[in-house]
C-alpha cells in the first residue's frame, strides 16, 4: 500500500462515482491520468503513476483485487433461514445442517442434500439426485433426476439440470421415434449458470460441466457434452451433443457448435461463429459460419467490403491488356 495505512473503506464503487470511504480501480490508461479527480478514498493500480498523492492499492490485476473488495465489502453473510415448513421429501432422502430452505421445494426420493445449501421457492429436486455443500439454487431451478451437483455452485432462476437431450430417429414412414435418455448430467465444485439455462443428461453417460465452469444467461449444453475447467460461455451460447470443450476456454455470445466436435485448451471463439469442425488448443477462431482462423476471416471481410471496387478495378484492367474477356452471360 501507498498512502496512509489507517484509512478506512466501507464500500467498492466504479472510478467516477467513487467517494469518501469507498475504494475504486483504475480500469484504463484514463482513469491514471484522471486520478486526481476521483474522490475515493483508496484506489487500485498496476503501478503507482509518477508523484500519486493518494491511498493506492497496488496488484497485479487491479480488476481482479476490486472484484476481491466487492465480495469483501459487499458479500453478504449467510444467515441459515431453517426449513420451510411446507417442503416435501421423498422417501430415503438425507438432509445436512444448516439448511435455508424457502417454501415451495420438492426434494424426490433418494436424494442427498448437503450443509449449507440454500433452496429458493419453487425449486424441484428429483430422485437420487445430489447437491453438494454450500450450493445455492435460486427459484423455479428443475432438477431432474440422477443429478449430481457439487459444492459452491450457483444456479440460478428457471435453469433446468438434467431433461432429456434431443435425439430421434425416423422410422420407415419418417416419423421420429424418440431414443431415450438413459444418462444423467454431473456439475462439479465451483460452477455458476446462469438464468435460463438447459444442461441436457446424457445419453449414456453423463453431460459434464468440470470445476470452474461459468456459463451466462440462455445458454444450450446439449447431451453428452463435456465443458472443461474454469471455461467461460457467453449467452446465446449452444452446444451440441458430444461437443468436447477444453480447460480455460472463453466462449463468446451466440456461438453454435457442431456435434461432437472438440475445442481444445485455452482456445478463443468470438461472437456469433458457427464452429463446425474441431478447434486446436490456443486458437482464436472467429467468423460466422464456418469458424475460421479470427485473424484470416478478419483480413477476408476487409477484402468483401472491397469486392465492388476491387471488381471494377479489374475489368478496367482486363479492357487495358486485351478487351473484355468475360463471358456475355457474367452479370456486370
Not at 267 to 282: E, F, H, N
Amino acid at each position: 500500500m501507498i498512502g496512509d495505512p489507517d484509512a478506512e473503506v466501507d464500500r467498492a464503487r466504479p472510478f467516477d462515482s467513487a467517494g469518501d470511504r469507498d475504494v475504486t480501480f483504475a480500469a484504463t490508461p484514463d482513469c491514471l491520468e484522471r486520478m486526481a479527480e476521483t474522490a475515493a478514498t483508496a484506489v487500485i493500480v498496476r503501478q503507482a503513476p509518477p508523484g500519486a498523492a493518494r491511498n493506492l492499492l497496488v496488484a497485479a490485476s487491479p480488476k481482479l483485487a476490486f472484484a476481491r473488495a466487492v465480495a469483501l465489502l459487499h458479500g453478504q453473510a449467510r444467515t441459515p433461514g431453517g426449513v420451510s415448513a411446507d417442503l416435501v421429501v421423498g422417501n430415503g432422502s438425507t438432509l445436512g445442517d444448516e439448511l435455508s430452505i424457502f417454501p415451495r421445494v420438492t426434494i424426490g426420493r433418494d436424494s442427498k442434500i448437503g450443509d449449507r445449501v440454500t433452496l429458493h421457492p419453487g425449486v424441484s429436486i428429483g430422485d437420487r439426485c445430489t447437491i453438494g455443500d454450500d450450493t445455492v439454487v435460486h427459484p423455479n431451478v428443475s432438477i431432474y433426476d440422477g443429478s449430481v451437483i457439487g459444492s459452491r455452485v450457483v444456479i440460478h432462476s428457471g435453469t433446468v439440470i438434467g431433461a432429456d437431450g434431443f435425439s430421434f430417429v425416423p422410422d420407415e414412414q419418417g416419423r421420429q421415434v424418440k431414443l431415450l435418455q438413459l444418462g444423467w448430467v454431473v456439475i462439479e465444485d465451483d460452477c455458476e449458470v446462469g438464468a435460463n439455462c438447459a444442461v441436457d443428461r446424457g445419453g449414456f453417460g453423463p453431460t459434464v460441466l468440470r470445476r470452474g465452469v461459468k456459463l451466462d444467461n440462455l445458454i444450450q449444453v446439449g447431451h453428452n457434452t463435456e465443458i472443461g475447467e474454469d471455461t467461460v460461455v457467453a449467452a446465446l451460447t449452444g452446444f451440441s451433443g458430444g461437443t468436447q470443450v477444453g480447460r480455460r476456454c472463453v466462449i463468446a455470445g451466440q456461438v453454435g457448435t457442431n456435434q461432437h466436435i472438440i475445442v481444445g485448451d485455452s482456445a478463443v471463439i468470438t461472437a456469433r461463429t458457427g464452429v463446425t469442425k474441431s478447434v486446436k488448443p490456443g486458437a482464436i477462431m472467429g467468423g460466422m459460419m464456418p469458424a475460421q482462423d479470427y485473424n484470416e476471416w478478419r483480413r477476408a471481410h476487409a477484402i468483401y467490403k472491397r469486392l465492388p471496387e476491387i471488381s471494377r478495378r479489374l475489368s478496367r484492367v482486363e479492357k487495358l491488356v486485351g478487351g473484355d474477356k468475360r463471358d456475355p452471360g457474367d452479370s456486370q
